[in-house]
């Protein structure tokens, strides 16, 4: 994949995302695929999830930063965190090849409890700052119309104080109008 980006106007991307966000960033994926069935989704990537080797996206990372001049990266998986040990090499392969970068992830608020917090530590110390959730609905019935299996409100301000503990921001996307949806769900 390194090769392929020299054909690419990097320093748009780039640019755009410095102009939005305050820094020069670039998304990578490390993984591919989604066991659940939310009701919007398309599954792209079927429903096996297949991770690539560390060592290889750490490779690429490391790469973008030192070509690119990047300040983060942003991890574009579905799921990168349903395998705490893939992310927990991640992040160890970041500290051990010294890769000062912030990066972000996506994640699930059902995958995170307090036994999480040493991994979680470990991935801020490689320079984790956002995990970015599809909290969707702060409304049950909605959430069970779209079948986001174990996501709950309650759920969702549990893993929040969680990570603010850590010093990991939060971040939530939210879909309004799903089928069912009235003034009083939203």
Do not use: H
């Amino acid at each position: 994949l390194i090769p392929v980006y020299k054909y690419f106007n990097m320093e748009g991307y780039i640019s755009a995302k410095k102009y939005f966000q305050g820094f020069r960033g670039f998304m990578v994926s490390g993984s591919r695929g989604c066991y659940y069935q939310c009701e919007f989704c398309s599954r792209p990537f079927g429903n096996e999830i297949k991770y690539r080797p560390i060592e290889e996206l750490v490779g690429e990372v490391s790469y973008l930063v030192k070509t690119y001049k990047l300040d983060y990266f942003s991890l574009c998986d579905e799921l990168p965190w349903s395998s705490k040990k893939w992310m927990s090499e991640l992040a160890t392969c970041l500290i051990d090849n010294r890769i000062k970068v912030m990066w972000l992830a996506g994640g699930r608020v059902n995958q995170f409890s307090y036994k999480d917090r040493d991994l979680l530590r470990l991935a801020k110390k490689a320079g984790l700052v956002r995990i970015g959730f599809g909290v969707e609905s702060a409304s049950k019935k909605i959430l069970q119309n779209m079948k986001k299996v174990g996501v709950s409100p309650e759920r969702t301000k549990e893993t929040f104080r969680l990570l603010r503990k850590i010093g990991i921001k939060p971040s939530a996307a939210i879909v309004m109008g799903f089928p069912g949806e009235t003034p009083e769900t939203i």
